[in-house]
């Protein structure tokens, strides 16, 4: 899914959905809606976008740990300009954080 146009889209935010935000600049950005108390997100074999709900922060290896299944982990670094994955780098997760698992077979990520 793809909007460009400069105009205010307004469209629904589907559950199980991640989205990538373009800016062209600092801007303040509000999502309305319920927290999570619990969530199963299928990861399909190779790269899955997922979100990380929980209040309380986390880190890229106890993620890492949880799941057999997951190979590396990928967050976009703001500061770099570049990805950086891990095992190689450790990378802090926080709430609303999107990040990159790439698993080698089908699995359930428990997010919470």
Known sequence: MGITSTNNIDFDIEDGIAYFVGMKGNENVSIKGCL????????????????WVNMEATNSSSIKQSMAAIDSLWDWNETM???????????NITIADGFFVHVVNEATWHGI
């Open 81 to 91: 300009q570049k990805f950086i994955g891990f095992p190689i780098n450790l990378f």
């Open 36 to 51: 999570f108390d619990s969530m199963d997100v299928p990861l399909h074999t190779g790269y899955n976008l997922v979100g």
